[in-house]
T-cell receptor, first 112, second 113 residues
Framework: DAKTTQPPSMDCAEGRAANLPCNHS???????VYWYRQIHSQGPQYIIH???NNETNEMASLIITEDRKSSTLILPHATLRDTAVYYCIVRVAGGATNKLIFGTGTLLAVQP | GAVVSQHPSWVICKSGTSVKIECRSLDFQATTMFWYRQFPKQSLMLMAT?????????EQGVEKDKFLINHASLTLSTLTVTSAHPEDSSFYICSGGGYNEQFFGPGTRLTVL
């Protein structure tokens, strides 16, 4: 699976949009971009995933660049409860395993 | 989303003893589950893939004789840390689920004295 690069930390004001970037310049054509988050001392939680089109669900939006070498996770109205480490993971679709390899992630601190 | 539980949520044991951690999928069947370990301020590290009815697959560098995994049913996988030592103190997390989404347990914090 391809590697990802994320900033180690970011701050965001409560109520504002949080935009978390991820670089995955070596992504292959059959690899999806997944986002998970981990609130302190809990198990990770799935947020969203996509292949090449932008995706939106009740939690967030995922914007993938046309060349697929980077993406941005958008939390439209961040709350204090969104403070967590956010992981961007690329993974092959149709692979023999569903395992996830976590990088270092971005610690998002939502400030009141 | 689906629910994965872990038991116990925390455990303290003496050095040299063995500790068993259970991971259960409560509302789905999981032919495959994954075990992760997480040290303070670090990311999750995949330890092994637990396969129902067959042997687990361990990641490079993980001692299979020290971390025994059993996946005897479609809803239960267990991780046994044998002869635990203080360096095994960590947060252990399991996951299971479908192709597009993995559901993670709440984690088990192991402290070895």
């Amino acid at each position: 699976d391809a590697k990802t690069t994320q900033p180690p930390s970011m701050d965001c004001a409560e109520g504002r949009a949080a935009n978390l970037p991820c670089n995955h310049s070596t992504i292959s054509g059959n690899e999806y971009v997944y986002w998970y988050r981990q609130i302190h001392s809990q198990g990770p939680q799935y947020i969203i995933h996509g292949l090449k089109n932008n995706e939106t669900n009740e939690m967030a939006s995922l914007i993938i660049t046309e060349d697929r070498k980077s993406s941005t996770l958008i939390l439209p109205h961040a709350t204090l409860r969104d403070t967590a480490v956010y992981y961007c993971i690329v993974r092959v679709a149709g692979g023999a395993t569903n395992k996830l390899i976590f990088g270092t992630g971005t610690l998002l601190a939502v400030q009141p | 989303g689906a629910v994965v539980s872990q038991h116990p949520s925390w455990v303290i044991c003496k050095s040299g003893t063995s500790v068993k951690i259970e991971c259960r999928s409560l509302d789905f069947q999981a032919t495959t589950m994954f075990w992760y370990r997480q040290f303070p301020k670090q990311s999750l590290m995949l330890m092994a893939t637990s396969n129902e009815g067959s042997k687990a697959t361990y990641e490079q560098g993980v001692e299979k004789d020290k971390f025994l995994i059993n996946h005897a049913s479609l809803t239960l996988s267990t991780l046994t840390v044998t002869s635990a030592h203080p360096e095994d103190s960590s947060f252990y997390i399991c996951s299971g689920g479908g192709y597009n989404e993995q559901f993670f347990g709440p984690g088990t914090r192991l402290t070895v004295l």
